[in-house]
């Protein structure tokens, strides 16, 4: 019964949870670091060792990478999901996908608590513990951060009168790293007016010359670039954000509604999640009729806005994701797309099933698949429902 599983990411947070878990609370800790893109196999030993040093009793490493990609990112991509037009939910979408290997592994070794770092302000409290109240069976839940009120610095005095000395500069700004993205947290984004330097950002500016790259995508998904094939999505995406990243593409400063009900302020890098999702919105807009464009966009939003607020498991999410999917039959083709420093130049699309290549006419130059006197028809029809209501309000109303 003294068993508790720690969601554990090695940084401030959780490096305390494991010394106050096991010094306060005298509790047995197995740590799990859930692998969502952020993390190497040198990255992992070096936390794996930290886990160990700080009093934890296990430690294991998941790589959820792929089920990641499939259970969610693909449709992220699909919808050109941007949360409040601006942030491509880099750590929303991941928080469910680690809280789900950390019930599984909770299970597996028979521990009947859990915990987390996420403190009581923030979005990852209710993330982590949704999916721990569905999925878990009579699972506790102890936050140390949230229970005790701390703040950073608090967390910090607390380990260093423990004998822990880490490189506590660093701890200064928040970083979460995964395959969809970075979000970088510190005191500036605490403010509303000032913006994060150049140096809380994990990558620098160190390419200025203009580079072009060409997507390949089939069905929505991103399969290739330049001449080089991918036999899976996610390599495609490392790749595409190894050549922007040094361009210092995909930085931005996110504002948003939290699920707690007040704002909340971030910064993030994400390269190839904004590259990709600019790409393949551009060539949506060439391969998707109208409606189906407005309809996709409606659904996404929501499923958008699902996924932040952690509901990810409600059925009506996989109601969403098959019309998601269904839309992409025909989303195929070239985008090509010029890298710049901090920015990117959509430079156009080549598909077969691109829309504008047909037969029927170029918009403002010629038509052939209808005369003018359809057209003097046409609008005369068009027009007649707002003839009518002019007609009958032209007493109360002037335009």
């Known amino acids: 019964m003294k068993k508790i599983v720690l969601a554990y990411s090695g940084g401030l947070d959780t490096s ?27 990255e992992l030993k070096g936390l794996e060792k930290k886990a160990y040093s700080l009093g934890a009793k296990s430690f294991k ?27 491509p939910l880099s750590v929303s979408a991941e928080r469910v996908f680690q809280a789900l290997e950390v019930v599984k592994y909770a ?6 608590k859990i915990a987390h770092g996420s403190t009581g302000a923030g979005n990852d409290q209710v993330r982590f513990d949704l999916v721990f109240h569905i999925l878990g069976e009579n699972i506790e839940i102890i936050t140390p951060i949230r229970d005790l009120k701390l703040s950073r610095q608090a967390e910090v005095d607390y380990l260093e009168k423990n004998g822990v000395n880490l490189n506590w500069e660093k701890a200064q700004y928040s970083i979460n790293q995964g395959i969809w993205g970075t979000s970088v947290g510190g005191k500036e984004t605490l403010t509303s007016n000032k913006s994060l330097p150049e140096k809380a950002f994990p990558s620098q500016l160190l390419k200025e010359q203009p580079e072009d790259v060409i997507l390949h995508f089939e069905k929505g998904e991103l399969v290739g670039i330049n001449d080089q094939t991918f036999h899976h999505p996610t390599l495609a995406i490392q790749e595409l954000n190894n050549l922007a990243a040094p361009f210092a593409i995909g930085r931005g400063t996110h504002v948003g509604d939290t699920i707690i009900g007040i704002k909340g302020r971030v910064g ?13 919105h551009l060539l949506e807009k060439h391969t998707l009729t109208k409606w189906q464009q407005y309809w996709k966009e409606q659904l996404a939003n929501w499923y958008g806005m699902l996924v932040h607020e952690g509901q990810y498991l409600d059925p009506v999410m996989r109601n969403i994701e098959t019309f998601l999917e269904e839309t992409q039959t025909s989303v195929s083709g070239k985008v090509f797309v010029k890298l710049l420093p901090y920015r990117i130049d959509l430079q156009g699309i080549e598909s077969d099933f691109d829309l504008m290549q047909s037969s029927f006419g170029q918009y403002g130059e010629m038509n052939n698949g209808w005369s003018g006197e359809d057209v003097r028809g046409f609008t005369k029809i068009m027009a007649n429902q707002n003839k009518i209501w002019q007609s009958v309000n032209s007493k109360t109303f002037e335009p």
């Open 61 to 87: 490493a998941v790589n959820a990478v792929e089920d990641y990609y499939q259970k969610c990112i693909r449709y992220l991509i699909y919808g050109n999901v941007l949360r409040n037009n601006t942030y």
């Open 16 to 42: 305390f949870c494991i010394k106050y878990l096991t010094k306060e609370l005298g509790l047995e800790v197995h740590t799990i670091i859930v692998n969502t893109g952020g993390f190497n196999d040198k």
């Open 268 to 280: 993030f890098e994400a390269a190839a999640p904004l590259i990709i999702l600019k790409a393949h």
């Open 107 to 112: 299970q597996s070794i028979g521990a009947k």
